[in-house]
């Protein structure tokens, strides 16, 4: 989750009716007391279902999202450019790995993850199903999609389950470098020549319909669930990152003379919340769902990478190895 | 053949579609997993950083120094542990100490070397609090229990076997020496405000 709009499982009213109610209240017990919830503890099934489901998402958002930005190391222009956009990916692919085990530790294993990335069975940010056509194209993420990552990142790092967090607070130490990284790219584009205003133009009119996507749908449409709000797995509503990150970016992105593709796109001084066209969400669930630019691309490159890569890890497995599931 | 804006990708040569699902394997190749324990600065205590997985100690300790070193701070030295090799105790709530549930004598037998590790606060790492030497694992904890008295409670226990440990020497400080070279690793590599105000200036 790596975007918001997560896709978190339907839950039943009765998901709750098995379990210990002795436990169960220590649980939110302990939740409430502002203490983390750590893999040895009992937890509801529940909990475990949708924290594996949520950290899960998150992982493979990240490493999905580094191939649109991957894309454009050996084009970015000049060679510190170059270093730096091969240190975010890398970053990137190291916040998959904190994420991995981060889930790990509830029961799933980190291949099987990856098998169910690779098979469609899981999700991950939407918005990497959009193709990176023009290095503006990769400024634009490396700013602004990681500003909203950032959002959703820093909301979840103070959610109850600790591994979670734990990674959480690494990997925002390491977002400042891209967002700082990232803005950077996009000023150097936006005040430069004509020709490249207007490529960064052009990239931040292909972009924001997607960024709106970014965060889910609205609250008004989307399940809400007060469960996982109370039980500190959701931590903020779609909506409200939404409005947190269009207060923080929007005159970012104005003052420097940049527009936004929304006549509509204010902020209405009374209430101080932000409005805008209503984005297209038959479009989000169609592109989610598999019908998008790069949806095919996508899994097929991360499933070559695992077919081709297979013999290597089977030459390096010891045959006496016993996987233990990680502590923490 | 799938075509992509990515000249990498197209060089792959992939199928517009896959005839069938990816092969499923019977055992995963799951490699096995380690825990990281990194020390910021020399008389700091260790901290645990996280997981890698590898196929040896070796390749774990690569990747645990990659992973959890490679900025940001300056590390002193990294250490890495079979998961399987720690002893994990209780874990215990609300200002419950973890050692409460622990008592009996221990014998005289020191014969091992064990290290000890608490969690003070949940959601936070495991610290490295000292060495023990002691019989068996149950007797280490409670030699760490008299070893080591406590200020505050004390959640969770993670005792190793010292022979366990694979631990960067001394002479390793200095893999963590080109971390100023690498300053476009670092947000403040990237200051921009002057041209910010240059930009709107010249526009106003
Ligand atoms: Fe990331
Ligand atoms: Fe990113
Ligand atoms: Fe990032």
């Known amino acids: 989750m790596y975007g918001g709009g997560n896709v978190f499982e339907t839950m039943k009213a009765t998901a709750l009716a098995d379990e210990d109610p002795v436990k169960l209240a220590e649980f939110e017990a302990r939740i409430d007391r502002g203490e983390k919830i750590e893999p040895t503890d009992w937890m509801p099934q529940l909990y475990r279902k949708q924290l594996i489901r949520m950290i899960e998402q998150h992982a493979h958002s990240e490493i999905i999202g580094a191939l649109p930005e991957g894309t454009w190391i050996t084009r970015a222009p000049g060679f510190k450019r170059k270093l730096a956009l091969m240190a975010k990916v890398q970053d990137e692919v190291g916040h998959g790995q904190l994420l991995y085990s981060a889930a790990e530790t509830l029961g799933k294993s980190r291949e099987q993850m990856i098998q169910d990335l690779i098979s469609g069975k899981s999700k991950y940010s939407n918005i990497f199903n959009y193709p990176a056509f023009t290095w503006a194209d990769s400024c634009f993420i490396s700013w602004l999609v990681d500003a909203g990552a950032i959002v959703n990142q820093v909301a979840n790092s103070k959610g109850s389950y600790g591994p979670y967090c734990r990674a959480l607070e690494r990997i925002c130490a390491e977002e400042s470098f891209h967002l700082k990284y990232g803005h950077h790219c996009v000023i150097h584009l936006a005040t430069g020549t004509k020709k490249q205003r207007e490529m960064m133009q052009a990239a931040v009119n292909r972009w924001w319909a997607p960024m709106m996507h970014f965060f889910g749908p609205s609250d008004k449409i989307s399940v809400h669930s007060e469960i996982l709000m109370r039980w500190k797995v959701k931590m903020a509503s779609n909506d409200e990152c939404r409005q947190q990150f269009l207060d923080m970016y929007v005159p970012k992105i104005w003052e420097l003379g940049l527009t936004i593709p929304d006549e509509k796109l204010k902020k209405n001084q009374e209430t101080g919340q932000w409005e805008f066209t209503e984005p297209d969400w038959e479009e989000f669930k169609r592109v989610i769902n598999g019908d998008g630019p790069c949806n095919k691309e996508r899994l097929a490159v991360r499933r070559i990478a695992e077919e081709r890569g297979r013999w290597v890890r089977q030459a390096l497995l010891a045959p006496k190895s016993k996987y233990v599931t990680p502590l923490a | ?204």
């Open chain 2, 1 to 204: 053949m799938l075509k992509s804006l990515d000249p990498r990708v197209n060089r792959l040569n992939l199928p517009e579609q896959f005839e069938a699902p990816m092969a499923s394997i019977e055992a995963l190749d799951q490699f096995e997993t380690y825990q990281a324990f990194v020390q910021l600065k020399e008389g700091k205590p260790f901290e645990h950083a996280g997981i890698v997985h590898a196929p040896n100690e070796e390749m774990a300790f690569l990747f645990a120094k990659e992973q959890y070193t490679r900025r940001g701070m300056i590390c002193n030295a990294l250490c890495v542990v079979k998961t399987e090799s720690i002893m994990v105790s209780e874990i215990t709530d609300n200002g419950q100490d973890v050692y409460d549930s622990f008592s009996g004598s221990f014998s005289e037998d020191d014969s091992a070397s064990f290290e000890i590790f608490h969690l003070l606060k949940r959601g936070k790492q495991h610290k490295y609090i000292g060495n023990v030497k002691a019989k068996d694992f149950e007797d280490a904890l409670l030699a760490s229990k008299q070893l080591y008295p406590r200020t505050k409670p004390v959640y969770n226990v993670w005792v190793v076997r010292s022979e366990d440990i694979l631990m960067s020497e001394p002479e390793d400080a200095d893999l963590w020496n080109t971390l100023k070279e690498k300053q476009y690793r670092e947000a403040i590599a990237y200051k921009a405000a002057d041209k910010i105000k240059a930009f709107k200036e010249e526009q106003a």
